[in-house]
């Protein structure tokens, strides 16, 4: 059966559980999975975006399973320059590789990819919506170290369009930690996917000054999304938040930062026992062999609901960009994952 992981709420507690599990036996090199045989598999990196992490930590992933992996080195090198449309760049790619990472600035486009090709389909980030990898390799880094996930975690910067802080919420709040947000007023966290978590029982509160972390298990800083607003939206708050040694060296408060990072964490942190942005870098190798593991072998089943046919309104939605309806799962489009209404 194919596997697809789009989004973070395509999956249970039991499945993360499963995947933090499995990367942990790969993270200490003991035998991890019987019938795993990716010798002949290929992995294909489908990437409209930058990347450095993502990218190249699925590939060393696929290569250290025994794998191959394919994908084009730039946008400019490939036919989108030539006008081509994103569905059939996708449909084109399926055919040569047996997994698929997909990144691209439409939210949902993930979502689309893996409905027009054969083959499993990872997202490796939809515009500003969702990075359930990343959240994988965040919330495994927190077990390693706090050995449980019912925590008190600030998440701190851009969680407007930082992707990767909507997937690790919504993380987060399956397995009970309380969440602070901290960001600028002009940058906070979606008021959806609050109302959505806070639904869950979680304690979410919000507010604009970072010295707050120091009360939190783990603080998560993110970098301003610069290239999704006006130049003259982030000269406004490109500064707004600085995690200073001087303010975290005495507290236990695990700093995280997916990368990469701008100015938002000074570099004298980097020597501290709590700074684990490099860490996060090192897990994610065993988190996604983890997962290459349960998708390539039909292990990872995701949840899928009924949908109907709408229009979405979200004009960074894919369904937008490739001129299509929608489909509408309890009052969300499918692909963006924003509220209709
Ligand atoms: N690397 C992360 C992402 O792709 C974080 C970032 O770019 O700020 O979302």
């Known amino acids: 059966m194919e596997t697809d992981l789009i989004s973070i709420r395509d999956l249970r507690k039991d499945d993360i559980e499963e995947v933090l599990g499995l990367a942990a036996k790969y993270k200490s090199r003991s035998p991890a999975s019987e019938n795993i045989d990716v010798g002949e598999k290929v992995l294909g990196t489908l990437f409209f975006e930058p990347s450095t992490r993502t990218r190249l930590s699925f590939e060393s992933a696929m290569l250290r399973l025994g794998g191959k992996t394919l994908g084009f080195g730039s946008v400019e090198s490939s036919s989108i320059m030539k006008g081509e449309r994103f569905s059939d760049t996708v449909r084109t790619f399926s055919h040569y590789c047996d997994l698929m990472v997909v990144r691209h600035p439409s939210e949902g486009?993930?979502?689309?990819?893996?409905?027009?090709?054969?083959?499993?389909?990872?997202?490796?980030?939809?515009?500003?919506?969702?990075?359930?990898?990343?959240?994988?390799c965040d919330l495994f880094t927190i077990e390693m170290d706090k050995k449980r996930l019912d925590l008190k975690v600030a998440l701190a910067g851009d969680l407007l369009y930082g992707r990767t802080v909507h997937s690790l919420a919504q993380a987060l709040a399956l397995f009970g930690s309380d969440i602070l947000f901290i960001s600028p007023s002009s940058l906070r966290f979606p008021s959806y996917l609050k109302e959505e978590i806070a639904q869950m029982g979680i304690r979410v509160e919000e507010d604009d000054d970072l010295k707050k972390a120091k009360d939190c298990d783990v603080l998560y800083m993110t970098r301003i999304q610069k290239e999704r607003m006006s130049e003259k939206a982030y000269e406004k708050v490109k500064n707004c938040f600085v995690v200073r040694k001087e303010d975290f060296e005495d507290s236990d408060t695990l700093i995280m930062h997916p990368l990469p990072r701008v100015n938002e964490i000074e570099r004298e942190m980097d020597d501290l026992p709590n700074a684990r942005y490099f860490d996060q870098v090192r897990d994610s190798v065993p988190v996604r062999m983890a997962l290459i593991d349960l998708i390539l072998n039909g292990k990872l089943e995701v949840c899928e609901g009924e949908t109907e046919k709408g229009k979405c309104p979200n004009q960074r939605c894919i369904t937008n960009v490739e001129s299509m309806d929608t489909k509408v799962e309890k009052g969300r489009c499918l692909y963006c994952e924003k509220p209709l209404d």
């Open 109 to 136: 486009s993930a979502r689309l990819a893996s409905e027009l090709s054969a083959i499993p389909v990872i997202n490796g980030g939809d515009g500003p919506n969702q990075h359930p990898t990343q959240a994988l």
